[in-house]
């Protein structure tokens, strides 16, 4: 009796311990396991992916940058760009003219990121920060994406709408919404389509599309609602906004970008990755 009880328990801890780390990813126990999953599995993340290029044109960085036709040089943010799937497919495109940056949690993930992208070099930034504070001034990015990702945050309603807000009127918001087997088991991560649909409907977003994508996610599509004005690619201390006292601008002096109104110094390492991840939680200087 006492080895048959031992055995249900065991198979239950092993069940969980299934859901949480590995459909769930770590969501239910914060960024910190989140990124720590996608730290120790970045190098292999690409060869677990298998991403068609022909698919990933065809999807993403064509119908983008058609979306993008009538701006000259677009400016785009990707959120949670892991290893820049996104810049890869968007700047492949001859017609694309713009530049990105892609925002991730997870370190070692960017660095994969800029190797990836290396032929896009001086193109494409990386920056090493949390999409619940994504670091730039409101209405600033032709388009937004995030792909596969918002599932794995604290609050995706919440990085939804920090996405909506740093997206220009007349911008285009490009998301996925999980679906598919395991997506019932990621309650308040995952949301059905009608539901995502609301979502969207409820911020300044109109023309909200899905599209059939992958098993496990739709692509949906929106975009900003109000009075468009300009548009295009703009200096990143211009635009960049401190995580930590939501300062703006910030000026790069001395290798780092640096914020006049708390002091904190976002240092940008050898390899071109800005990193404000750690800093907007230390400190002020002074
Ligand atoms: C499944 S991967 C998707 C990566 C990429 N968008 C793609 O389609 O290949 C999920 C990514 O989200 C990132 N991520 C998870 N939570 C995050 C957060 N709160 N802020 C920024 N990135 C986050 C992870 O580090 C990881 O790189």
Known sequence: MVWALAGVGLLLLAALAYWQLIIAEGTYLGPRVVTLMYNWAASAYEHIKQFDPGAEQWHLGLPLAKSLDLIPAPFVLDVGTGTGRLPRALLFQPRFRGRVVGVDLSRRMLDHAVRLNDPYAGRVTFVWQDAQTLPFQDDTFD?????????????????????????????????????????????????????????????????????????????????????????GVRPLPEVLRCPACGHSPLPMRDGAYRCTGCGRAYPVAQNGVVEMAERAHQRARG
């Open 143 to 231: 388009a937004v994406t995030c792909l596969e990702v918002l599932e794995f945050t604290p609050d995706p309603e919440a990085v939804i709408e920090e996405m909506v807000r740093v997206l220009r009127p007349g911008g285009v918001l490009l998301t996925s919404n999980r679906i598919g087997p395991d997506a019932p088991f990621l309650p308040g991560k995952a949301f059905a389509p009608h539901a995502f649909h609301e979502i969207l409907e409820r911020l300044p977003l109109e023309d909200v599309k899905a599209q059939d994508w992958q098993i496990d996610y739709d692509l949906v599509w929106a975009i900003k609602r109000g009075t468009v004005a300009g548009g």
